[in-house]
């Protein structure tokens, strides 16, 4: 499990380039692509904590073994390199989350926006 998330060739933009897009104005339009891409990234990185807790769940055993507890076997998880990918793909989840959310707002005000010109 490598930290670097590589983009496959359906995701046209990475995380931080949608961020810098949110910033600006957008059309309704624009928003649309913006949520599409970050459902697209959100599949992806499920994808990937998929394959990180499938590998936590084989690797389990030998970490639970030598611990005296659930949670310093998980602190040991934790400090391998594919623990700390499972930690960043979650918090990439969690910051795509919050941005789906922001996004969908940024629809409805748009589209409030459009009904009161009517």
């Given at each position: ?36 891409s ?57 910051k ?23």
């Amino acid at each position: 499990m490598r930290l670097v998330v590589t983009r496959s060739k359906s995701m046209k933009r990475s995380l931080d380039e949608l961020c810098d897009a949110l910033e600006g104005q957008n059309s309704p339009r624009d928003l649309c692509g913006i949520k599409t891409s970050l459902a697209l990234l959100y599949a992806e990185y499920s994808g990937i904590l998929e394959n990180c807790l499938i590998e936590k769940a084989e690797k389990w055993e030998d970490f639970r073994k030598d611990a005296t507890s659930d949670t310093q076997a998980e602190r040991k998880w934790e400090r391998t390199e594919e623990g700390m990918g499972e930690t960043v793909t979650k918090l990439r989840m969690k910051k795509i989350e919050k941005l789906l959310s922001a996004v969908s707002s940024k629809i409805q005000v748009a589209e409030m926006e459009a009904k009161n010109m009517c």
